[in-house]
């Protein structure tokens, strides 16, 4: 959905209604620091859930594996990463395989 959007509250008022109309929930990735998700669902119903762990909001292999952890530790269901990945044919190809 993107930063813009989740930060804009009547934007995100007219999401709400209509996740409300399917009854569906809203997964709030928490990308930004006001995102108007909360917000936005008081009154509707809608269930909204935010991630407790960004897995690569840096991409260094050592952070990465410590965000997994900590995420594994929360026994966090939510997990966020973006599409950094080196390709197969990059270096980082192993540390794929090894589970991240």
């Known amino acids: 959905m993107g930063s813009a ?3 804009n509250l009547f934007g ?8 409300e109309r399917y009854n569906l929930y ?3 990735s ?12 008081q009154g509707t119903g809608v269930k909204v ?4 762990v960004f897995l690569d909001d840096t991409q ?4 990465i594996r410590n965000q997994f952890n900590r995420a594994i530790a929360l026994g ?5 990463g973006d599409s950094h990945w080196p390709s197969a044919s990059d270096d ?8 991240l």
Do not use: C, H, P, Y
């Not at 928490?30 to 669902?41: D, L, S, W, Y």
């Open 49 to 52: 859930i935010k991630r407790k």
């Open 5 to 7: 959007m989740t930060s």
């Open 60 to 63: 260094n292999e050592a952070d």
């Open 26 to 28: 809203f997964l709030d």
């Open 92 to 99: 980082g190809a192993g540390a794929a395989a090894d589970g």
């Open 30 to 41: 928490v990308t930004i620091g006001n995102t108007q998700a909360m917000r936005a669902a």
């Open 76 to 80: 966090a269901a939510q997990r966020f």
């Open 12 to 19: 995100m008022q007219k999401v709400m209604q209509a996740l």
